[in-house]
């Protein structure tokens, strides 16, 4: 028994020593996998075609130069280097530093595809990164064709770290840039914006040409105010073929700012904005600028809310134009049954047709059949998500019938009382003027009034202020002015200070150029309420107001000026 006892406490002593022993030899196995980890991954990449290396998805954390030696070594094995993918890892400073010195001799250099590389980094490491990235390529003399930054938080700070590098001869030669989803916002869409237009500039100084063919933007919150200094790069650039925005908060102005810059590529083959918010005075804004688009073969307006009047714009356009249409997308748009069969009706007749998505409109049944009979299966996408599959909308009324008029006593949607006659005459109203605009423009704006155009003339009160003398007199047209401005009011603060600037200019004017403004004042409360569908009009007029919110707010800025007279700011204040 003793000798059981001693030989088993002697077995114990072995097994503990054994498993510290294992323990320590274990972790000493793992350091050197740690070390050689990378390298042993790295291993596997080979040079493609003797120009690209790819590191894509590799999951690689390069935190040092020591980590990043590996890919280093690839880099300096391809002279002829032109493509690096980066793509799917992860690189800090120190590691971009030593990977961005074996680029800075490669003058081969074409395509940077760097999305994804900063997860789990801090926010001021990224620029750095950066910052190191761009100054190799510049040095190096390498001509860029691609940069790919997507996937990438990095915000302003980002845009602004590789701006030098946009401006550069490096950039001259780009012909597609990717920033899908780096959280630019308003400020960094500014940056980009800029950062084109002076390498446009500065290219042409040069004797070259800033020509690039693809830029996607996507899910960055843009906003009207980011979309509106990218149209105007857009505009100034001429040469896209690819635009990608969808899901920026664009509302009308970024629609229409966009659609004016669209007309001056005419070389564009694909649109996607989907994911936005158009409305129907931007989708027809949108239809206009198609019609000079010859070579556009993929539309995507998915989620838009064009509704109805902007999907018979569509309709109307691709009866004429855009010939080459391959690919086309206006589900969920909130679009009636006419528009929606005007669609199809255009479409089949598109010999290079190959998709089209309708669904989640509220067409009713009797469309969605007709629909499918002149469209095939393989090219009409489903529409099982049509929100009146079985023919009828919540009051039990058919959706559709062949006159396409609504029934006797239904009361419009205020959403879609913009009528503003046939489909010809709303096209009509975009023309997509020059930045200033002329007297005599100023004055037919007035007498025609869009929201786009009154957010352009709020800008130019020297002439608002001479043009507003042709409308003074006339109330009811008055009114309708400022029921315009009261739809782009909540748009963004560019639209609201043009919206309020206009209204203090207009209105002022209106009350000084009368005996009796109190008289007046209660006059022209009454049209704006009229306007805003807050009261019934005699002639049984429909509101020209599609944002109720946005005219109280600017009411509520008129009535606390000095011009406003007291007793009309007393009727308003009953509502």
Partial sequence: LVRSSIRASTNEQVLVLCNERRTIQCSQEGKMSGAGLIEKTVESVLLKDGVRLSFKDLTLKLDTAEDAAPVVRKIEDAPQLEELCLSGNTIGVEAAKAIAKALSSRPTFKRALWGDIFTGRLRSEIPLALRAFGEAIISSGAHLEALDLSDNAFGPDGVEAVRELLISRAGYSLQSLRFHNNGLGPGGGKILSEALLECHARAKAAGQVFAPKSIVVNRNRLRDEGVT?????????????????????????????????????????????????????????????????????????????????????????????????????????????????????ALVRKPAIETVNLNGNMFGCGVVSEMQKMLPDSVLQSLSEDEDEDGDDEDGRNDYNDEGADSEGDAPDVRDTISIGSVDSQLDRFSFPSEALSLDEAREVLLNPSSARICQLGRQTDTLKQAVQTIQDNVRQVAVAFSEACNVVRQGDEQARAAESFADCLLSSTFSSCEQPNARGEALVSEILVQMGLLKSEDKLSPRLTDVGGGLLLLRHVVLQSYFPKPAATCIAAF
């Fill in 229 to 345: 200094y990218l149209a105007d790069a857009y505009r100034t650039l001429g040469s896209l073929r690819c635009i990608s925005m969808f899901e920026n908060s664009i509302l009308v102005a970024g629609t229409i700012a966009l659609a004016n810059a669209f007309t001056a590529n005419p070389q564009l083959e694909e649109i996607n904005l989907s994911d936005n918010t158009f409305t129907s005075e931007g989708g027809i804004a949108m239809a206009k600028a198609l019609t000079s688009l010859r070579n556009l073969h993929t539309i995507n307006f998915d989620d838009c809310l064009i509704r109805s009047e902007g999907m018979s714009a569509m309709a109307e356009v691709f009866n004429s134009a855009c010939p080459k249409l391959k690919t086309v997308f206006l589900a969920h748009n909130e679009a009636d049954g006419p528009s929606g069969v005007a669609v199809a009706r």
